[in-house]
């Protein structure tokens, strides 16, 4: 039985994978969206909706605990200023995946992963640039 055990492990180290989610959440608070798998999706999902809900406290304490995922200084003041401006009303679900098809090497389902509520003008951007 497996109680208690929860969460992918994507055939990685445990470093390697809480690493990789540690960048994809970075990568998301950053560019408000990025192309992945649809079950990297799911668990970064999971890492920046309690992230995006630490930034919404605003304390010190959330600052310091939300510091051990987001490692770049720019990213974590977005977090607690931006971002917490924009989700403050929201009581949770700050994510959305979109799925777009599946990956021509190894066929594998690929999506979007994207911050809901995003401004227009970021929203248009990555759209152009594909």
């Known amino acids: 039985m497996r109680h208690g055990?929860?969460?992918?492990?994507?055939?990685?180290?445990s470093a390697h994978r809480e690493a990789m989610m540690?960048?994809?959440?970075?990568?998301?608070?950053?560019?408000?969206?990025?192309?992945t798998t649809v079950?990297?999706?799911?668990?970064?999902?999971?890492?920046a909706d309690r992230v995006i809900t630490l930034g919404k406290k605003g304390?010190?304490?959330?600052?310091r605990l939300a510091?051990?995922?987001v490692h770049d200084k720019d990213?974590?003041?977005k977090l607690f200023s931006t971002l917490a401006e924009r989700y403050g009303a929201r009581p949770g679900g700050?994510?959305?995946?979109?799925?777009?098809?599946?990956?021509?090497?190894?066929?594998a389902e690929m999506a979007y992963l994207e911050l809901v509520d995003r401004p227009e003008?970021?929203?248009?951007a990555p759209a152009e640039a594909e």
């Open 39 to 47: 079950p990297k999706a799911k668990e970064a999902r999971k890492l």
């Open 67 to 69: 510091s051990k995922t």
């Open 75 to 77: 990213v974590l003041s």
């Open 5 to 13: 055990v929860a969460g992918r492990k994507f055939s990685r180290t």
């Open 59 to 63: 304390s010190l304490h959330a600052r």
């Open 22 to 35: 540690d960048n994809m959440v970075i990568s998301l608070l950053r560019h408000e969206r990025i192309r």
């Open 94 to 107: 700050y994510t959305r995946i979109v799925r777009i098809g599946r990956r021509l090497g190894d066929s």
């Open 121 to 124: 003008t970021a929203a248009a």
